[in-house]
């Protein structure tokens, strides 16, 4: 029963992850006119993918501050889903100093981005008016879930060691993507006199991971849409176990950044033939905080938590435990 659904979730989520990626080819359509304008546009419209994207992958590391014993590990499926905020789901056209482009009179200069609806916004050329762009419509895209498995170990001197992966995944005329990680956890007030004796487990947790991904836009011709986002994370930890339930949570500094980039050559209106025309970045990084519980069935468990920040992120995940 358990692996049935189990397997229900790593396909639906595999679906979701790919749709939101695939959706993102709308920014060949900024391409016409002017490059500058299009780096800009491409940029205003994804920022949420990238922002959600990069933070995602800063969690779900940890459903305990007590590392494994030596003969201890578990594995586990964990699943952030990142929520980017109601403010992400338009931009203001008329704030990004395009050069080619205006707003056409009478037509809105909010648009929305991937993560907005329907877009009523048409942009005409500055010099005649002649040649016009209407904005794409949005993806809807309420949440980015970025789906992982995480093996973690127990190692001598209250440490505990963590892996993280999602195998490359190849979707037929779409595109692939994959995802690893490595991160380590120590529990050091095990070395500190007095404080080892407080009635509850804290460590501190280091953890980097990266998600690649490679979509079609023109297989035939080479047109791919490349996304690479990396993310680290410091944590102090803090939990407290009864008989089969934990309470835990953390406090942190998280980083991440996505770089993102149009691939091939193209046939550009206006502008001529362009290899690799756009290539930007999202940067997001701050203090975190989040608090869980995790729910011990024999070697089951499962855990829930939230983590604070402009992005929320809800995690969730199933795992076997032997601690």
Do not use: C
């Not at 964990?78 to 707003?103: A, G, M």
């Not at 095990?190 to 023109?218: A, C, H, W």
């Amino acid at each position: 029963m358990v692996m049935t659904m189990l397997k229900k979730s790593i396909f639906l989520l595999i679906s979701l992850i790919a749709g939101s990626l695939y959706a993102q080819k709308d920014v060949v359509d900024f391409l016409s006119g002017n490059l500058n304008d299009a780096q800009k546009l491409s940029k205003a419209y994804l920022e949420p993918f990238g922002k959600s994207l990069g933070t995602s992958l800063n969690s779900g590391w940890y459903n305990s501050a007590k590392p494994h014993g030596i003969l201890g590990f578990d594995i586990t499926f964990t699943v952030p889903i990142t929520i980017p905020p109601s403010s992400d789901k338009t931009f203001d056209i008329s704030k990004l100093n395009l050069e080619y482009w205006q707003v056409k009179s009478g037509s809105s200069s909010t648009s929305p981005t991937v993560a907005g609806k329907s877009a009523n916004t048409i942009l005409t050329d500055k010099a005649t008016g002649l040649s016009e762009l209407n904005m794409p419509d949005g993806a809807n895209l309420k949440f980015v879930p970025a789906p992982m498995i995480q093996v973690a170990k127990g190692l001598p001197f209250h440490t505990e060691i963590v892996g993280r992966f999602l195998p490359t995944i190849n979707i037929s005329s779409v595109g692939n993507f994959g995802l690893w990680g490595v991160g380590v956890k120590n529990e050091f007030k095990e070395f500190i006199p007095f404080v080892k004796r407080l009635p509850f487990s804290m460590s501190v947790l280091f953890g980097y991971t990266q998600f690649t991904s490679s979509f079609d836009i023109n297989k035939a011709q080479k047109q791919k849409l490349n996304f690479k986002s990396s993310g680290y994370t410091v944590r102090l930890l803090a939990s407290k176990s009864l008989p089969i339930l934990t309470v835990y949570g953390g406090l942190g500094y998280n980083h991440s950044t996505t770089d993102i980039a149009l691939k091939g050559t193209y046939e550009i209106e206006n502008v001529g033939t362009k290899t690799d025309p756009i290539a930007f970045d999202f940067s997001n990084n701050g203090f975190t905080a989040n608090i869980g519980v995790r729910l011990k069935l024999a070697i089951l468990a499962f855990h829930f938590d939230y983590s604070l920040g402009d992005y929320g992120i809800f995690n969730a995940g199933v795992g076997i435990n032997f601690r």
